[in-house]
């Protein structure tokens, strides 16, 4: 649903679900009394409401304002022969949480009769205290300033930056809650902003070159929007004088956005819904194997401090916490939801997510280095290493079921530190010998949007510059 101005010209009935998604008491005393009138003896809820403001612009114009408002509830109701139906609504009023209850009653005698969906063992215990800010949304037009005169400083910078094609300033609040007939009740609300610029530009005689940076905070006001322009400049700046790279085996670093990227793309290897559909490079056995390098530890945290969209709970009712999935080097966890820690002998880890199929996902990972690293690498001192800082083409260049990828990157070729910006190249291998010839994780971290990670040294990877 979008708005043609602001958040302020939401409908009353929205208006009426986003101060209902905050009392999560109210919420299950209607869905305890519609279930006793339909004889539902067992049943969970969830839902979550999202109010969201995003604005660009585009040569010292507003190009683009949009607010929306959507909520979602998802219910489940087992039948007496323990078979689940599920439907979804966004009607948390009486009629309406009482005609999706009688709906997935109706659904649950088509349900699966094997792996059924089962309350989480934790969906009682108590949750992380984690501090959570609610800060209130700035007008559109805030909005709009702001990035209009990100832009300006963007263009101003150097003559080469023709425009900002690719921008944006928004601000969320999130609420959410899950209840179910046991007596689990628990709800959170939090909020952030972000920004993003990405750069172009025009040189006679030259390829256009572009860069681009992001931030996120709990709120606008934290927002380090001068961080995100140097940033941008800095990057664009750099790839102004670009040249070819001969193709070969190099020492290469990537970059913390790059390589989280890279583990998103092999996520399954930590799925244990994957593991056990067998979509994925893990099997139940590789649990306790060296699948990297000593020095690599990576854990999924999203509790983590540096996480501002940190959730305290899954869709499920569990608790999230920090799991390390790898330790030293040794697969240590897999990420489960209920079915899939049922399936396994473990416990849930809290990264499930409900809906028609319980599905597993990661929340924010954490990377860092063990310690007593044999040795240390350097870009002051380093010579002939390749420093890619983004990776491009995920979604067509990696085959997550092989482990091959090959993928196209905006990077620097590296000799004491100074740096050459690298003409169109593309970096491939396979992800699990990527992970074993991992040399050296520098000990400072870096925040991203998807985790915390320092720059990560591979030694020989396959680079193939442009013909």
């Known amino acids: 649903m979008k708005f043609p101005h602001s958040p302020t010209s939401l409908s009353p009935i929205l208006q009426h679900q986003k101060k209902s998604m905050q009392k999560v008491e109210d919420i299950a005393q209607i869905a305890n009394s519609s279930a006793q009138a339909l004889g539902i003896a067992k049943y969970d809820i969830y839902g979550s409401s999202v109010d969201e403001t995003d604005v660009d612009v585009f040569q010292g114009e507003p190009k683009q304002v949009q607010a929306s408002n959507r909520s979602s509830v998802i219910v489940r109701v087992w039948n007496q022969d323990n078979q689940v139906g599920v439907t979804s609504t966004t009607d948390v009023d009486p009629v309406g949480l009482q005609l999706a209850l009688k709906t997935a009653q109706e659904a649950s005698f088509f349900g699966v009769k ?58 969320q609040q999130v609420r959410r809650f899950y209840l179910n007939s046991d007596g689990a009740m628990r709800q959170e609300a939090r909020s ?79 799925n244990a819904q994957n593991v056990l559909d067998k979509q994925s490079l893990s099997t139940p056995e590789s649990l306790g194997t060296q699948i990297a390098a000593t020095a690599l530890n990576l854990c999924d945290d999203s509790l983590h401090p540096a996480n501002v969209a940190a959730e305290t709970f899954d869709s499920e009712g569990t608790p999230t916490r920090r799991v390390e999935l790898i330790k030293e080097g040794i697969l240590s966890n897999f990420l489960h939801s209920t079915i899939t820690a049922k399936r396994m002998n473990t416990e849930p880890t809290g990264n499930g997510n409900i809906g028609a ?3 597993v996902s990661p929340h924010f990972y954490h990377v860092f280095a063990s310690a007593n690293q044999p040795k240390s690498y350097s870009l002051e001192t380093a010579e002939n290493v390749v420093l890619i800082d983004s990776l491009q083409a995920l979604h067509a260049g990696v085959n997550s ?33 990527l992970l074993k010839s991992i040399v050296y994780l520098e000990p400072e971290v870096v925040i991203t949007p998807s985790g915390v990670c320092p720059y990560v040294w591979v030694e020989g990877l396959s680079i193939t510059g442009e013909a």
């Open 192 to 270: 952030y902003a972000s920004v993003y610029l990405y750069t172009k530009t025009e040189q006679e005689g030259k390829k256009p070159r572009s860069a681009g940076a992001f931030r996120v905070s709990p709120g606008l006001e934290k927002l380090d929007i001068d961080g995100c322009i140097e940033e941008a400049i800095t990057k664009t700046v750099s790839h102004l004088d670009y040249q070819p790279i001969t193709t070969g085996k190099y020492l290469v670093v990537f970059a913390p956005r790059a390589f989280l990227s890279l583990m998103g793309a092999f996520s399954n290897l930590f």
């Open 401 to 433: 079921l092989q482990g091959s990828f090959s993928l196209p990157f905006d990077g620097w070729l590296v000799n004491k530190n100074e740096r050459i910006s690298i003409d169109s190249a593309t970096v491939a291998g396979d992800i699990l010998t």
């Open 114 to 171: 094997e792996n059924v969906p089962d309350f989480s063992p934790a969906a009682t215990a108590p949750t992380t205290e984690v501090a959570s800010e609610m800060s209130n949304q700035a007008p559109v037009s805030t909005l709009i300033d702001k990035l209009l005169a990100a832009e300006k400083s963007l263009l101003a910078a150097h003559p080469a930056i023709a425009s900002v094609p690719y921008n944006g300033l928004g601000q």
């Open 357 to 359: 199929k319980v599905t």
